[in-house]
């Protein structure tokens, strides 16, 4: 696994729910603004926002998915449904008004910088959930800016937190891209660079060094998210560390169709989220953790505990408070021994044992670096003027806050800065996680 960013990283979900804000002025706004055909009140569709993920239920559009009919209100909803993508409950839906685009749109269109097209535009460098954000709110406000999305990977678009439950919900790789990286870039007109690595920063010339040639930019923004952090005793070629989709599928293949014995390392948010959904897809799961109970962070909530409880009935054995010491490759399986002498084998190993940052981008431009990369809250820049950052790999006062729901309005924040707008300053908020393991979901504070 790559380190999958916490579960709580959810993103937006499905139909026109599912689009990313800057396109939903078209769908939404119009669909905020359409007549219920059926009933008496003829009052308009309403919009509903997560406030975990982010997910946007759009009456007008309903949520099929979940057999509820375009059309349907929200106060029509069943109080047992659950968001499509977190699964927080209706509880946790708040009203939700569009940004009103156009508005920015209109300024951003007199902005001279922006309408002298000479210029070489905006690199961005990561394409998940970050990377697309931006790339669409910016083109929501300038459909001419040039943009150049590098990435290491295909590109492919698909909602992250779906990964930790896409075993029980039978979803393959079809059903997790939600639109491919090529469709997308033809869509929002933007240059994918696919299975391209950036190298180096050239901060003086503004210049980003790819494995696939020099691009100039005048405005680079950075959104290559995190990585995983591993313990030296937990090589990479051992262990399979799940922080994106490829990542993911590669697991899932080598997992095959029948039940396998899977170890995970790491009873955070991540691991605790995988053993749930294995579990349920027949695999047999040894959880391992160095803390007592899963999930110790949230100890005051007694999530731990509870997790437990509701894993009874399911093939996961949790093993506290033990340190992985080695993990060895013998005949086709692996041994994870512990410090204290404990040995288990597993056809997989996993491990889930948290996020870093990776610094050499960043620190080789000379960028400020406070446990990420440090922006300043107001416009998402960097130290250095001509570079943003967003996602996984920002810190703000020393903070990162890696989930989903921030990823909107980071990008509208830089997208304003950068198309010259009215600064649409960047609030860090106390995040609401909730915790997928679907025998007992919990939502955490
Ligand atoms: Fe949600």
Known sequence: MNTRTPIAEAVQGTSAARQPEGTKAPSGGSAAHAVAS??????????????????????ADGDPDSGLPAGTRFADIPDDWACPLCGVTKADFAPYTPPDLAALQAQAACTPALAARQ?????????????????????????????????????????????????????DADKLVRETGAAAAQRLNVRLLAHTHAIRICADTQQLRTTRGTLPYQHLVLAHGAQPALPPSLPAALCWRVNHLGAY???RAALGDTSKDVLIVGAGLVGSELANDLAL???????LDTQPEPLARWHDAQAGAQVLQAWQDLPIRFVGGVCVARVEKIQGRYRVSTE?????????????????????????AGLAWQNGIAVTPDTLRTSDPHIHALGDCITVNGQASRYIEPIVRQARTIAADICGCTPQPYE??????????????????
């Open 38 to 59: 059926v009933g008496a009140t003829l009052a308009p569709f309403e919009q509903y926002i997560c406030n975990a993920c982010g997910y946007i239920y759009n009456e």
């Open 119 to 171: 210029t070489p535009g905006v690199v961005i460098v990561g394409a998940g959930r970050a990377g697309w954000q931006l790339a669409e709110t910016l083109r929501a406000l300038d459909a001419a800016l040039p943009i150049t999305l590098v990435t290491a990977c295909a590109g492919d678009v698909y909602d992250k937190p779906l990964l930790s439950v896409a075993v029980a919900r039978q979803l």
């Open 249 to 251: 599928l590669q697991l």
């Open 281 to 287: 897809g027949g695999h047999r799961v040894t959880l």
């Open 340 to 364: 204290c002498g404990q040995r288990f084998a597993a056809d997989q190993v996993i491990a889930a044992t948290g996020l870093q940052t990776p610094s050499r981008l960043a620190q080789g």
């Open 428 to 445: 860090s908020r106390p995040a609401m996680v909730r915790v997928k393991t679907t025998s007992l979901p919990l939502t955490l504070h």
